[in-house]
């Protein structure tokens, strides 16, 4: 039984990862992580930066400044759509 109202099998291994600091921990159970990503222009070529900032649960304990990986989860709250999976690096 397929029909359209289920998952495949693979939907839950193609989820989207990203690695982003945190730069908010002030909430009870949600962090604050900015994302970073570069590309080239594609007139001129030259390195653009473009940021965004994303809530994310927080099940790892972090903190403000550490270094975390995210994946895309269904949604958590009003704003989240985004679980940590593992803290990469703590702050110093």
């Known amino acids: 039984m397929n029909d359209e109202t289920t998952t495949p099998a693979g939907a839950r291994a193609a989820r989207k990862t990203r690695q982003g600091v945190v730069v908010g921990d002030r909430m ?23 940021t965004k900032k994303v809530k994310a649960r927080n099940d790892h304990d972090a903190k ?15 704003t989240v759509r985004w679980r940590t999976v593992s803290v990469v690096e703590r702050a110093r």
């Open 28 to 50: 009870d159970k949600t962090v604050t992580v900015l994302l970073t990503r570069q590309f080239a222009h594609v007139k001129y070529g030259k390195q653009v930066t473009r």
């Open 64 to 78: 403000a400044g550490d270094t975390v990986r995210i994946m895309e989860t269904r949604p958590l709250a009003k």
